[in-house]
T-cell receptor, first 113, second 112 residues
Framework: GNSVTQMEGPVTLSEEAFLTINCTYT??????LFWYVQYPGEGLQLLLK?????DKGSNKGFEATYRKETTSFHLEKGSVQVSDSAVYFC????????????FGKGTTLSVSS | DAGVTQSPTHLIKTRGQQVTLRCSPK?????VSWYQQALGQGPQFIFQ???????QRGNFPDRFSGHQFPNYSSELNVNALLLGDSALYLC???????????FGNGTRLTVT
């Protein structure tokens, strides 16, 4: 079945450090890929998405490229801030847009000043 | 413009009881999905409603049921609660055939 695997956390960084959170997926077709972020006490917010191979999603300095050959969608940011501290979830959706999302287990990021 | 709203925010129930959670979708959205997020885990899809019918269902037992009303709002019902049902229950809305999902802040259910 379809699945998403994320690197385990927590990830602890100093402000302005480079961030990579690895995400790989297994899917039978051509899924859309997403990164969601969850701040403490809140629901999930869409951070970025990509719907086909080689697409790059970007938002708020975060980027991720849909790599079909490696079935990956790694999240990167060049310079993290304390306000980026949150839990990050990689997810996929296969079929018609808006259908069920399959999430990874999440990666906790903690940024210190 | 209000986003997805869920009520209540917190709930404590006893094993064997029944619970109803409520969700109002974002304005303009007609599809509601429910997810269960256990502590330290990613959300898991429960089911999705459109036009007052269940369109898609995840791997959850029949104790989990739902309803969608003509105004697109939705309820999630869980019968015969188990300790393992303790989780954050997230509602998400969208327009059918489009993404992304917009999530509410969730209802934290504790079963004792």
């Amino acid at each position: 079945g379809n699945s998403v695997t994320q690197m385990e956390g927590p990830v602890t960084l100093s402000e302005e450090a480079f961030l990579t959170i690895n995400c790989t997926y297994t899917a039978t077709g051509y899924p859309s890929l997403f990164w969601y972020v969850q701040y403490p006490g809140e629901g999930l917010q869409l951070l970025l998405k990509a719907t086909k191979a080689d697409d790059k999603g970007s938002n708020k300095g975060f980027e991720a490229t849909y790599r079909k050959e490696t079935t990956s969608f790694h999240l990167e940011k060049g310079s993290v801030q304390v306000s980026d501290s949150a839990v990050y979830f990689c997810a996929l959706s296969e079929g018609q847009a808006g259908t069920a999302l399959i999430f990874g287990k999440g990666t906790t990021l903690s940024v210190s000043s | 413009d209000a986003g997805v709203t869920q009520s209540p925010t917190h709930l404590i129930k006893t094993r064997g009881q029944q619970v109803t959670l409520r969700c109002s979708p974002k304005s303009g959205h007609d599809t509601v999905s429910w997810y269960q997020q256990a502590l330290g885990q990613g959300p898991q899809f429960i089911f999705q409603y459109y036009e007052e019918e269940e369109r898609q269902r995840g791997n959850f037992p029949d104790r989990f049921s739902g309803h969608q009303f003509p105004n697109y709002s939705s309820e999630l019902n869980v019968n015969a609660l188990l300790l393992g049902d303790s989780a954050l229950y997230l509602c998400a809305s969208s327009s059918l055939g489009s993404s992304p999902l917009h999530f509410g802040n969730g209802t934290r259910l504790t079963v004792t």
